[in-house]
């Protein structure tokens, strides 16, 4: 049987990667290795994928679902979950572990804000998952845009929490506190990886700065859930992931996600190794014994996968700790 990994990882024409990743031409293509047994999904197509498809395109929106080839779309479109992308489909970044295309943005759509609010109210979503390209062509990094969104949620789908996964709005002063006091549900920002391969996976961020901004959505509104995932299989060390956890502890994180990477093509940062299950359940003990509310680690955990479920738990676990 074809899986939707097997299809999203297949060899692909030697030009593939640079088609959609231009400013990736140059860099080497690598093997992709074969998935083990415990990566593998049914392809999607259900009679609600569909339904939650057509919606998104008939109202002219972008998901990272599609954007980043996600290997949870099928289950997640299935039980109408969505993560909804902004701002367009280009980023001005080339993350080497990510499968959105990078070059000059189109300007923002001033109605999307609106067409997002109503796209939630005609899926009937209790939880929604907002997220965004990388904007630095923009004077605020899109914060003001990503304000509106929350803003048009709560106004036509009052009954819906909202999450939202932003990006570190490097150089852009006030723009994270815009976003913040727009009041997301929770605030989730992804380190992604440990510092020392930074420059190598995200070259355009700053390891400290994305802490930093963990921490500030804190300390401007405590009661805000942040949230925060790392990718193993990139060649990190076991020591370099606990660190992140601590740091992520030390700014206050609420949730973390630890899942495995996944390569998209030839062009991108080629896979180190495949973690196993039994480590994944190894991290997640370790994370619930630094105090993290709220824990997913698994080979196939994302941001915004069980976004929903996960929210109620970590409600529910931050009541119980308050109730002590």
């Known amino acids: 049987m074809v899986t939707l990994i097997d299809t999203l990882t297949k060899t692909t024409p030697k030009d593939s990667g640079s088609l959609r990743h231009p400013e990736k031409q140059n860099r080497p293509e690598t093997v992709v290795l074969k998935k083990p047994d415990w990566l593998r999904v049914k392809a999607p197509g259900s009679g609600q994928y569909n339904a939650t498809r057509a919606i998104v395109k008939e109202k002219g929106l972008h998901t990272v679902c599609e954007e980043a080839a996600c290997p949870n779309i ?32 189109q300007p923002l759509d001033p109605d999307e804000p609106a067409k997002v609010g109503l796209a939630v109210r005609e899926m009937g979503l209790n939880h929604v998952v907002i997220t965004s390209v990388d904007r630095d062509d923009l004077s605020d990094g899109g914060a003001a845009h990503f ?11 009052p009954g819906t929490t909202i999450e939202i996964l932003t990006p570190d709005f490097l150089r852009k002063d006030g723009a994270a506190d815009l976003v913040i ?65 601590d740091d992520m502890r030390s700014a206050g994180v609420d949730f973390i996600t630890i899942g495995q990477y996944l390569q998209p093509t030839r062009k991108h940062a080629a896979i180190d190794r495949f973690v196993t299950p039994d480590e994944f359940k190894a991290y997640e003990a370790i994370a619930r014994a630094k105090g993290f509310l709220m824990v997913s680690s698994s080979p196939l955990t994302r941001s915004s996968h069980h976004a929903g479920e996960d929210f109620a738990r970590l409600k529910a676990a931050r009541e119980g700790q308050n109730r002590r």
């Open 181 to 245: 006091d727009s009041r997301p549900d929770v605030f989730n920002h992804n380190l992604e990886t440990v510092p020392r391969l930074y420059l190598k996976i995200r070259p355009g961020a700053r390891y400290f700065h994305s802490l930093r901004l963990l921490q500030r959505v804190k300390e401007r509104d405590p009661n805000q859930f942040t949230k925060s995932g790392v990718m193993v299989g990139l060649g990190e060390t076991r020591e370099e992931v606990m660190q992140v956890m």
């Open 147 to 157: 304000a509106e969104t929350v803003r048009q949620i709560r106004l036509q789908a």
């Open 74 to 105: 099928g289950e997640c479109w299935s039980q109408k979950h969505a993560t909804l992308m902004i701002m367009g489909d280009t980023c001005t970044r080339a993350c080497a572990f990510c499968n959105v295309k990078t070059g000059l943005p």
